[in-house]
């Protein structure tokens, strides 16, 4: 049975009866009782919010991209959410083509997680020339906390504003803090709490998810895109805990002799060749292990303690972990090289470095945020 009058309030799919391993799966005597109560989670969300499980289920990419494409047919105002400590990667390079010729807010997420002596408007001023070199021009930006409920009073407004006359639909890829978004939201225009599934699994959300404010508009979740080239793709939901920061990020520094290495947990590891003494700062979670070594010994310790020591991942994960590469790099002065869901580093001087990375997870250079 798969009828289209009823949807998942979690995480937007149709419901099914049919078949489990499929979107929307609920079984046929839960959906004779959300009949009667008026109300829909999929097996899949009813795991996920009362035990903290998720099936796997087959979703095609493919799916995600039609459904955003569906936002250029209507003509609404969007807002791009983007994670702060992971903005590369989360920022939508194609959102225009998707979007058409609807004007949308660059909004950044977990500004908790930057120190609160950073300066804010340099912070909004950094991100605009960020998103202008992706080819994105945002009709405004904006610094905020969905989960520490920061600085959301002027979003609340904005959103207030564009539902007089059009919907507003939120997008971004996953894990940004979407869903989590949508239901300060939801409680801000008079909704039930917590009504969106969220949790740090990627691609919560399957389908979109209409939330009626006016008579005539709504706030609609859209999917989240899977970024594959992100740390957290590679990782089970236990080591992904480790990498992705719950408290303010605390920066260290090493000073680094020629010939000395650093681990970024087993995940990845800078080494600097040769060159005279340098300090490198690292942001990343304050639950990842860095080790320093000497670069004479990082290949075999990597061999002999990847997912004791050098964790995550754990060692029952390791052998399942891709091909470790290495990248050669020049990083300049002032500036960061941010790898995609685990952090950034940077240095006061220009040094030569090898970095390494799972195969498939991309870096990216950019002026310092910090």
């Not at 929307?24 to 959300?34: C, D, E, F």
């Not at 691609?203 to 970024?227: E, F, H, K, Q």
């Not at 002799?257 to 060159?275: E, H």
């Amino acid at each position: 049975m798969n009828d289209s009058n009823y949807q998942c309030m979690g995480c937007g799919a149709v419901i099914q009866t049919e078949d489990p391993d499929q979107a929307g799966y609920l079984p046929a005597s839960a959906l004779a009782k959300g009949i009667e109560k008026g109300s829909f989670y999929c097996q899949r969300c009813f795991r996920l919010r009362h035990y903290n499980e998720i099936p796997d289920i087959v979703v095609d990419d493919d799916v995600f991209m039609e459904r955003l494409a569906e936002i250029g047919e209507d003509q609404a105002y969007i807002i791009h959410l983007i994670d702060i400590f992971d903005i590369e990667a989360s920022l939508l390079t194609a959102l225009p083509r998707y979007i058409g010729r609807n004007k949308f807010a660059l909004v950044a997420n977990k500004m908790d997680l930057l120190p609160a002596s950073i300066n804010q408007d340099r912070v909004i001023r950094w991100l605009k020339n960020i998103a202008k070199e992706q080819g994105l021009k945002s009709d405004q930006v904006l610094l905020i906390s969905s989960q520490k409920q920061q600085n959301l009073d002027a979003l609340y407004q904005l959103i207030k504003e564009k539902l007089r006359r059009q919907n507003v639909y939120i997008v971004g890829i996953s894990n940004v803090g979407k869903s989590t978004l949508i239901n300060r939201l939801i409680e801000h225009f008079g909704g039930d709490k917590e009504i969106i599934t969220t949790s740090n699994y990627p691609g919560t959300t399957l389908d979109l998810i209409r939330i009626p404010v006016t008579d005539s508009t709504a706030i609609v979740d859209t999917p989240g895109i899977i970024r594959r080239s992100q740390m957290v793709h590679y990782l089970d939901p236990q080591d992904r805990q480790v990498i992705m920061p719950k408290k303010m990020l605390k920066p260290t520094t090493f000073q680094l002799n020629s010939g000395q290495t650093i681990f970024l947990g087993g995940l990845a590891r800078i080494d600097y060749p040769a060159g005279k003494r340098m300090a490198l700062t690292i942001y990343t979670s304050r639950d990842l292990y860095l080790h320093r070594t000497k670069l004479s010994q990082a290949d075999r310790l990597y061999q002999d303690q990847l997912g004791h020591l050098l964790s995550p991942p754990r060692f029952d994960q390791a052998k399942e972990f891709p091909k470790i590469i290495a990248h050669p790099l020049k990083l300049s002065a002032g500036e960061d090289i941010a790898i995609s869901g685990l952090g950034w580093f940077t240095s006061h001087q220009t040094v030569q470095l090898i970095l390494h990375l799972p195969k498939g997870v991309e870096f990216a250079r950019r002026p310092s945020i910090i």
